[in-house]
């Protein structure tokens, strides 16, 4: 069965740094594009970005791009998204998720990321 | 970019009830509209690819119609499980815009 499994919950100031993590298992993770989704009150779902792991070929909207940084380590089948300073405005539900037949078919958990001081 | 809308934005149903929820894009996109549930706390879950195509594992009593700019997901007979709310999403362009949702109580 594929599955994504994200890393657990983040509090951290304005101007910290963080990395989050996506964990494929029960498919070959190199031929799914794994995507990452933002989900606010505010603006709802939005997708951030895409990933190719195997060939690290990413795709942002552009709308996030140079405010993340989405990677992928194939040798351990896990996707990342990171931000090098979080503001309060990247205070949201964040979803990894496989792309298949163009659409998001497989999702993670989530991983809730808090931007506070 | 690719305005979506859906209506209704809040529906009140009861079970064994049909219910229909449109999405309308502010461009044709042929056939590239998925939709999605989710319910709380949980992510979405993808019900319809390609307007039309049923994901594997969904019940049949979803379906989805249209192409172009307007859209229908259908909820033939509805069951305890399926109040949440629903999002539809293009795939047209990159950005893959989702709608605002629908929520089903």
């Known amino acids: 069965e594929m599955q994504l499994v994200q890393s657990g919950a983040e509090v951290k100031k304005p101007g910290e740094s963080l990395k989050i993590s996506c964990k494929g298992s029960?498919?070959?993770?190199?031929?799914?594009?794994i995507g990452w989704l933002r989900q606010t009150p505010d603006k709802g779902l939005e997708w951030m970005g895409i990933?190719?792991?195997?060939?690290?070929?990413?795709r942002y909207n552009p709308s996030f791009e140079g405010q993340v940084t989405i990677s992928a380590d194939k040798s351990i089948s896990t996707a990342y998204l990171q931000w090098s300073s979080l503001r309060a405005s990247d205070t949201a539900l964040y979803y990894c998720?496989?792309?298949?037949?163009?659409?998001?078919?497989?999702w993670g958990q989530g991983t809730m990321v808090t931007v506070s001081s | 970019d690719i305005q979506m809308t859906q209506s209704p934005s809040s529906l009140s149903a009861s079970v064994g009830d049909r219910v229909i929820i449109t999405c309308r894009t502010s461009?044709?996109?042929?056939?590239?509209l998925n939709w999605y549930q989710q319910k709380p706390g949980n992510a979405p879950k993808l019900l319809i690819f390609?307007?039309?195509s049923l994901q594997s594992g969904v019940p049949s009593r979803f379906s989805g119609t249209g192409s172009g700019t307007v859209f229908t997901l259908t909820v033939s007979r509805l069951q305890p499980e399926d109040f949440g709310t629903y999002y539809c999403q293009e795939s047209y362009t990159t950005l893959g815009s989702f709608g605002p949702g629908t929520k089903l109580d």
């Open positions: 029960g498919y070959n993770f190199v031929r799914h594009r």
């Open positions: 390609a307007a039309s």
């Open positions: 990933i190719f792991p195997g060939d690290s070929d990413t």
């Open positions: 461009q044709n996109i042929e056939d590239y």
């Open positions: 998720a496989t792309r298949s037949h163009a659409a998001f078919d497989v």
